[in-house]
C-alpha cells in the first residue's frame, strides 16, 4: 500500500505545480481588461505574486486538491501553511504591505474563517480574526502547532491587520477540463471558429515556455498587455491565407540522427558535401515540415490536395533550375564541381523560392518539404542523383 501511497502524493504534488503554472494565464486574461499594466511573477515573492514598478503588491498561494468537493476548514492545514508563508514574508502588522490572496480548489463552507475572506460584500475580516484565534487555540495537531502559536503571539493590532490583508479564492476550477474552460470562455472573442482547441493547444504551448523563462529568471515578470500581444500575433495566424507553426525548435524531443541520418534525402545531401551543421539542419526542417503538415490535416487546417498542388509546385520550381544547372556543368565536370554546382542548385531552390502555401512563409516548411520529395527521389541536387538513388536503393551507397 505504501509504494500506491506514495504515486499518489507525488502525482498530486506535480499536479498543484502544474496548476500553479498554468492558473495565472486565466488570471491575467481575466484582468487584463481592466489592468493592461498588470504584471505576475512566478515563484519570486511567493507561488504567484502580482507586482508593480517592482514591487509585490498582492502574494498568492496557490493549493490543487485531486478531489474538488474538498473543503476548507478553520483548522487545515492548508490554512495554516498559507499563513506561515505570509508570516515570513514580510511584517504582518504592515498595513501597506502586499494583499495575501490564497486561491485554491477547496471550497470554504459557510461559517468558515476563510468564508469570511472571499471577496465582495460578504467580506468579514474581523469575523474571520475571531474564528482562526479560536481554531488556533483549539486544534491539537503537531503538525501545525509552531505556527499557531506565532499566529497567537502576534499582538492584537497586527494580528487584525494580517488577518484584514488575507483574501480567499475558494472553489476554483481544477486543472484540466475546468481550467480549460475558463480560459476558453477568456478567449471566447478570438477563438478561431473550428479551431478552437489548435488555438488553445498553441497558447498552452507558449504560456508554458514563459513560465520556464520566469522560473529561470531570463525574465522578471509577464503582464497582461504581454499576453494580448501573444494572443492577437496567434489570432492572426488562423486568419484570411495565414496558418499557424505548430511545430518550434524547442518542441523537438526525438534523436533526430539517429532517426533521420540513413534517410535517402541526407545522402543526397551529403553526395553534395553538406556540413554536418547543415545535415543536422536539414533533419530537423525534415521533421518539422513533416510533422506541422500532418497536424495541419488533423486540426483540418490543410486538405491533402492543397498539401499535393504545394509539393508539385515545389517539384515544377526544382525541375527548370535543375536544367538550369546541367545546362552550365562543362562536359567532364569533376566531382567537386558537381558538389558546388548540387550546393548553388539547394540555394536557388530553398532560399530564393517563389512557392509558398497560401501566405506561409517559415523557410523550415519549404525545406523540409523539399527534402521529402528528396526522401522519395522526386528532386535531387548532384546531377547524377537518380543513377545513385538507384544504387543506394539497391543496398549500396555511390
Same mark, same amino acid.
Given at each position: ?12 504534488s506535480?499536479?498543484?505545480y502544474?496548476?500553479?503554472?498554468? &492558473? ?8 487584463g481588461?481592466d489592468?493592461p ?10 507561488d504567484?505574486?502580482?507586482?508593480e ?40 502588522g ?7 490572496t ?11 474563517a ?28 503537531e503538525?501545525t ?27 476554483e ?26 488555438f ?5 504551448? &507558449? &504560456? ?16 497582461a498587455?504581454d ?14 491565407d495565414?496558418?499557424?507553426?505548430l ?11 539517429a ?25 530537423i ?9 500532418a ?5 483540418n ?16 520550381e526544382?525541375?527548370?533550375q535543375?536544367e ?53 527521389g522526386?528532386?535531387? &541536387? ?12 539497391l543496398?549500396?551507397?555511390?
Open positions: 500500500m505504501t509504494p500506491a501511497r506514495s504515486a499518489h502524493d507525488a502525482a498530486s506535480a499536479l498543484g502544474f496548476y500553479q503554472s498554468q &492558473w495565472p494565464l486565466v488570471e491575467l486574461l481575466l484582468r481588461a489592468q499594466d498588470a504584471a505576475i511573477t512566478v515563484e519570486l515573492y511567493d504567484v505574486a502580482w507586482e514598478d517592482g514591487t509585490p503588491t498582492e502574494l498568492l498561494q496557490v493549493k490543487h486538491h485531486l478531489n474538488s468537493t474538498r473543503s476548507l476548514g478553520d483548522k487545515d492545514d492548508d490554512i495554516w501553511r498559507t499563513i506561515r508563508s505570509w508570516l515570513d514574508a514580510g511584517p504582518p504592515n498595513g501597506s504591505g502586499p494583499i495575501l490564497l486561491v485554491t480548489t477547496a471550497t470554504a463552507p459557510d461559517g468558515t476563510a468564508a469570511a475572506l472571499r471577496p465582495g460584500p460578504a467580506r468579514e475580516p474581523d469575523v474571520a480574526r475571531q474564528r482562526l484565534e479560536a481554531a488556533a487555540n483549539e486544534s491539537n495537531a503538525a502547532n509552531d505556527i499557531r502559536k506565532r499566529f497567537l503571539a502576534l499582538p492584537d493590532p497586527d494580528r487584525a491587520v494580517f488577518v484584514g490583508r488575507i483574501h480567499v479564492l475558494d472553489a476550477p481544477t486543472i484540466g477540463d475546468e481550467l480549460d474552460a475558463r480560459l476558453r470562455r477568456a478567449l471566447y472573442m478570438v477563438l478561431p471558429k473550428d479551431h478552437e482547441t489548435t488553445v493547444d498553441q497558447l498552452w504551448g &507558449w &504560456w508554458h515556455r514563459i513560465i520556464v523563462g520566469l522560473l529561470r529568471r531570463v525574465r522578471g515578470n509577464i503582464t498587455l499576453v494580448k500581444a501573444h494572443v492577437d500575433a496567434l489570432r492572426n495566424e488562423f486568419a484570411g495565414n496558418l499557424p507553426t511545430v518550434r525548435l524547442d518542441d523537438i524531443d526525438i534523436d533526430i540522427e532517426t533521420y541520418g540513413s534517410r535517402p534525402f541526407v545522402e543526397q545531401l551529403r553526395w553534395i558535401a553538406f556540413t554536418a551543421v547543415l545535415l543536422q539542419k536539414a533533419m526542417d525534415y521533421y518539422r515540415a513533416y510533422t506541422q503538415s497536424r495541419w490535416v488533423e486540426d487546417l490543410v486538405g491533402l490536395d492543397e498539401l499535393a498542388d504545394f509539393e508539385a509546385k515545389l517539384k515544377d526544382w525541375e527548370r535543375f538550369f544547372m546541367k545546362m552550365k556543368l562543362p562536359d567532364g565536370a569533376d566531382e567537386q564541381a558537381l558538389q558546388q554546382a548540387g550546393q548553388e542548385l539547394f540555394r536557388l531552390v530553398t532560399e530564393k523560392s517563389s512557392v509558398q502555401l497560401r501566405a506561409y512563409n517559415e523557410p523550415f516548411f519549404t525545406n523540409g518539404r523539399l527534402h521529402a520529395l528528396a526522401d522519395y522526386h528532386v535531387g &541536387w548532384h546531377r547524377d542523383f537518380e543513377a545513385r538513388l538507384e544504387t543506394l536503393l543496398g549500396g551507397i555511390a
